[in-house]
T-cell receptor, first 117, second 113 residues
Framework: GAGVSQSPSNKVTEKGKDVELRCDPI?????LYWYRQRLGQGLEFLIY????????KSGLPSDRFSAERTGESVSTLTIQRTQQEDSAVYLC???????????????FGDGTRLSIL | DAKTTQPTSMDCAEGRAANLPCNHS???????VYWYRQIHSQGPQYIIH?????ETNEMASLIITEDRKSSTLILPHATLRDTAVYYC??????????????WGLGTSLAVNP
């Protein structure tokens, strides 16, 4: 497809388990973002990747959260030892990168709805 | 960081123009205003963005005041499918060229038949 793809769309897991969320950005988009959205709230920035530069991890809430991206392709967000407070929708976005294209909008997937029991 | 203020909710009659205001009084000269919307259970959808000139595309028009302290998103002929939460965002960037978006709670627009 042409849009940002995220999987799984829903994930239910027990407290203490690890989860891995996947994002396939739009082809050619060098910038990739992860956000978290709790029920009834706006989006909360987690991490940003731009090409081969070091990622901006300033939004990660704890060391239980980590993310990887290989080149300009797929990214995975991993949450270790999940807690009930981690329950939220995790959204991924991609955009064309910096420089002359730095004003390009972010395009979002439909997110992964994570529920921690 | 430049913050935005939007009304919590608005109503609009189907077929009429929906005018959604946003206040961003602390915006700096090189920060853009972006509008996104989020329909229930979907990811946010980009609508439009601008710096200081008014902008129009197939979805909406963006009117930015001359002092850039506020803007209005206009949906010229609202339909039931335009019912969504609308977010007005000022794009933040730092020395690392991070284009992360800072999100508020948005305006919940209800388009009524």
């Amino acid at each position: 497809g042409a849009g940002v793809s995220q999987s799984p769309s829903n994930k239910v897991t027990e407290k203490g388990k690890d989860v891995e969320l996947r994002c396939d950005p739009i082809s050619g988009h060098t910038a990739l973002y992860w956000y978290r959205q709790r029920l009834g709230q706006g989006l909360e920035f987690l991490i940003y990747f731009q090409g081969n530069s070091a990622p901006d991890k300033s939004g990660l809430p704890s060391d239980r959260f980590s993310a990887e991206r290989t080149g300009e392709s797929v990214s995975t967000l991993t949450i270790q030892r999940t807690q009930q407070e981690d329950s939220a929708v995790y959204l991924c976005a991609s955009s064309l990168g910096t420089g002359a294209r730095s004003n390009q909008p972010q395009h979002f997937g439909d997110g992964t709805r994570l529920s921690i029991l | 960081d430049a913050k935005t203020t939007q009304p919590t909710s608005m109503d609009c009659a189907e077929g009429r123009a929906a005018n959604l205001p946003c206040n961003h009084s602390t915006i700096s000269g090189n920060e853009y205003v972006y509008w996104y919307r989020q329909i229930h259970s979907q990811g946010p959808q980009y609508i439009i963005h601008g710096l200081k000139n008014n902008e129009t595309n197939e979805m909406a028009s963006l009117i930015i005041t001359e002092d850039r302290k506020s803007s209005t998103l206009i949906l010229p002929h609202a339909t039931l499918r335009d019912t969504a939460v609308y977010y007005c965002i000022v794009r933040l960037y730092n020395a690392g060229n991070n284009r992360k978006l800072i999100w508020g709670l948005g305006t919940s627009l209800a388009v009524n038949p």
